[in-house]
C-alpha cells in the first residue's frame, strides 16, 4: 500500500475513532466495537473506488459481512481526506458482489472464467492450479452503489448509525 494511502486510512480511522491496527494480510482493516469488520477505502471526489488486486469467489465470500468506509481526497490534496465519508452495509454492495461474481463465472475474451474450468480436461490438481488463477483485477465500486451510503459527519454519527444497524437487524451475519 502506498505511503499516502496509509495516510488517508489512519485520518479516517482517527475521523471515526477507531483505534484498532492490523496486520498487514488481515482480511479487513479494523472493527467497530469487536463486532463488524470494517474495510477503509479512499477515492477522489466524483470517483469511483478501488477495491484490492486479486478479487476471487473466496474475496467475494469473506465480503459478505463487511462495513465499508469510503473516504474522499480532492485530485490537488491526496495526502487529505477532505471530502465526505461515505458508510456502505453489507447489504449496499450485495448486487455489486453478485455483479463482480458474475464476471468471475463468465471471464473475458482474454481471461479464464469459472464456467470455462468446466471445460478443461486433465488432473485435478492441474485444473485446481488453473481455477486458482481466476480473479478481477482490482474491481471499482461504482458510483451508483457509494452514493447508496450514508455520509457520515463524525465519529459520534458513525457510533449512533452502526448502533441502530445493529439494533434493527438482529439476525445479520455480520455480527
Not at 467497530?32 to 488486486?53: D, F, Y
Not at 473475458?108 to 488432473?123: E, M, R
Not at 452502526?162 to 451475519?173: Q, R
Request: charged content about 40%; hydrophobic content about 25%.
Amino acid at each position: 500500500m502506498p505511503a499516502q494511502d496509509d495516510k488517508r486510512e489512519n485520518q479516517q480511522k482517527k475521523f471515526l475513532s477507531l483505534t484498532e491496527s492490523h496486520k498487514r494480510d488481515q482480511k479487513y482493516d479494523c472493527l467497530w466495537n469487536n463486532k463488524a469488520k470494517i474495510e477503509l477505502k479512499t477515492r477522489q471526489v466524483g470517483k469511483s473506488c478501488t477495491t484490492k488486486r486479486r478479487v476471487t469467489e473466496n474475496t467475494l465470500k469473506e465480503w459478505e459481512d463487511v462495513f465499508w468506509v469510503i473516504s474522499e481526497y480532492k485530485k490537488d490534496k491526496p495526502d487529505t481526506i477532505d471530502g465526505n465519508t461515505i458508510l456502505l452495509f453489507p447489504e449496499h454492495l450485495s448486487d455489486w458482489r453478485k455483479k463482480t461474481l458474475d464476471g468471475l463465472k463468465k471471464g473475458t475474451d482474454k481471461q479464464l472464467g469459472y464456467n470455462d474450468i468446466n471445460y478443461l480436461k486433465g488432473p485435478n490438481e492441474i485444473i485446481e492450479k488453473v481455477k486458482k488463477q481466476v480473479h478481477k483485477n482490482d474491481p471499482h465500486i461504482g458510483l451508483k452503489f457509494i452514493n447508496m451510503g450514508i455520509v457520515i459527519k463524525d465519529s459520534k454519527h458513525f457510533n449512533e448509525v452502526m448502533e441502530k444497524y445493529y439494533k434493527e437487524k438482529p439476525n445479520d451475519k455480520s455480527r
